[in-house]
């Protein structure tokens, strides 16, 4: 592999070790994305959400484009400034779209410095937007402290749903929110069913172990905490006005 740029390093941090299972998590999950046609190239990524509609992933990218819309129009109505850290944010196409809200500055953080890399080339020029290569819960951001913390169809790689959440926020402003988007969360007699097609569904792809980085959590243990459900898939009315959008939106206060 090229080393990258030293000007790409430079605009990320790498406040704390990488571990050998941080690495072999990597190595899988990139592999898998390759497989999946989801590696884009910097023509690709600047434009996301926006893709070709020939693209195989058109259906899955029109459902993303509507949820950040969602998430941008939210927090922009707050009409602050604000600290954001996505959790889990890949190539950073999404953290790219919450800094151009006014007034933000946004931390893109993950594990994953494949994509990071390609993210901090990419947006360079974004004066706002930060890389951090690390995993939260390894307690790199230190006593840093968030007003929104956004974890988008990234929660379904922390084997520990309640844990998780409570370390986001710990790491949330006294009246801070924790934001989960783009993951399905199921009731207790779907999980078995849910693990089996990841089994079948990774197996067939070719990486049969990357089930073992994938977790289904349940909606139950939701209950814990101050929650709401700002967007619910499949009500009647969705359906009835043809929104098909499967993922619930969880917003949970410290």
């Not at 089996?196 to 792809?205: F, N």
């Not at 994938?214 to 209950?223: I, K, S, V």
């Given at each position: 592999?090229?080393?990258p740029d030293s000007s790409i390093l430079t605009n990320i941090q790498v406040p704390g070790p990488i571990t050998p299972a941080d690495m072999l998590f990597e190595k899988k999950y990139v592999f898998t994305r390759s497989l999946e046609s989801r590696i884009y190239t910097d023509a690709e990524l600047i434009r996301l959400p926006e893709v070709d509609v020939e693209h195989c992933h058109y259906k899955e990218w029109m459902i993303r484009k509507r949820s950040v819309r969602r998430l941008t129009a939210y927090l922009a109505a707050k009409r602050r400034p604000l600290e954001i850290l996505e959790i889990g944010c890949g190539n950073g196409w999404l953290s790219h779209q919450l800094a151009g809200i006014p007034g933000t500055e946004v931390t893109a953080m993950d594990i994953n410095f494949t994509e990071l890399q390609q993210g901090a080339r990419v947006f360079s020029d974004d004066p706002n937007l930060h890389f951090v290569q690390g995993d939260i819960r390894s307690g790199v951001l230190a006593d840093s402290l968030f007003d929104c913390i956004l974890l988008a169809a990234s929660i379904q790689y922390f084997p520990s749903l309640k844990k998780t959440i409570y370390k986001c926020l710990s790491q949330l402003t006294?009246?801070?929110?924790?934001?989960?988007?783009?993951?399905?969360?199921?009731q207790p007699w779907e999980i078995a069913?849910?693990?089996?097609?990841?089994?079948?569904?990774?197996?067939?792809?070719?990486?049969?172990?990357?089930?073992?980085?994938?977790?289904?959590?349940?909606?139950?243990?939701?209950?814990?905490?101050h929650h709401e459900v700002k967007f619910?898939?499949?009500?009647?009315?969705?359906?009835?006005?043809?929104?098909?959008?499967?993922?619930?939106?969880?917003?949970?206060?410290?």
């Open positions: 592999m090229p080393l006294p009246d801070g929110e924790l934001h989960i988007m783009d993951t399905i969360f199921y069913e849910a693990r089996q097609r990841t089994t079948a569904y990774y197996t067939a792809l070719g990486c049969p172990e990357m089930a073992d980085f994938y977790f289904h959590h349940c909606a139950n243990e939701l209950q814990s905490f619910k898939p499949h009500t009647l009315l969705k359906k009835l006005i043809g929104i098909r959008d499967p993922f619930p939106w969880v917003l949970i206060r410290k």
